[in-house]
């Protein structure tokens, strides 16, 4: 199991309220969602990938990209080659100067070293509205009443409760950019 994205105290400091009790699982539930809306890795690791190369160039996945370890030549069969001389001058785009290859094998870092604090509060955003909904095994009620408190659950909220709602998904698209990766291996499967 990864590690959440936020703890209770960044919930905390953004001035999220979540019950003691479950602060550590809502927080966990929060972060699977953001990752798996994501479709990338969001914390650093290191992956290698299996990339097309066009008039010279390779547009890396899963920014930022943190390094560039190594780019081998992926021949016609599929199989990986030798080393291929390559140009990386940071951000997502890497040079292959040999005209003749024309997919690689790129070994590389990429995600987040320290997590934008904007992906954080929405973390800790997420967690706090799972905290407000029906527990699971009530049912998705719409309505419920507790002595003269009634509770009314938006259709969207019950529709999301396994998902983020679209506003969650603007905040993570604006903290991440748009997802895309095509992961070959991972070195440790954050």
Do not use: N
């Not at 309220?17 to 969602?33: H, I, T, Y």
């Amino acid at each position: 199991m990864l590690p959440s994205l936020a703890t209770p105290a960044d919930a905390v400091s953004y001035g999220y309220e979540l019950p003691a009790a479950r602060s550590d699982g809502l927080l966990a539930r929060a972060s699977a969602r953001v990752r798996r809306a994501a479709g990338r890795a969001i914390t650093a690791q290191t992956s290698e990938v299996r990339l097309p190369v066009s008039r010279g160039m390779v547009r890396l996945p899963g920014a930022p990209i943190v390094a560039v370890y190594g780019v081998r030549e992926v021949d016609e069969q599929g199989q990986q080659g030798d080393q291929v001389a390559w140009v990386w001058s940071g951000g997502e785009k890497l040079a292959v100067p040999d005209h003749l290859v024309h997919q690689v094998d790129v070994t590389m870092r990429h995600g987040f070293e320290v997590l934008p604090d904007g992906l954080v509060e929405l973390v800790c955003q997420v967690a706090f509205r799972l905290s407000q909904q029906p527990a699971q095994g009530e049912g998705m009620l719409r309505t419920a009443s507790l002595d003269d408190a009634s509770f009314t659950y938006a259709s969207e909220q019950i529709a999301a409760a396994g998902d983020l709602m679209p506003g969650e998904r603007t905040a993570l698209e604006s903290a991440l950019g748009t997802p895309s990766t095509w992961v070959v291996r991972s070195g440790d499967g954050s």
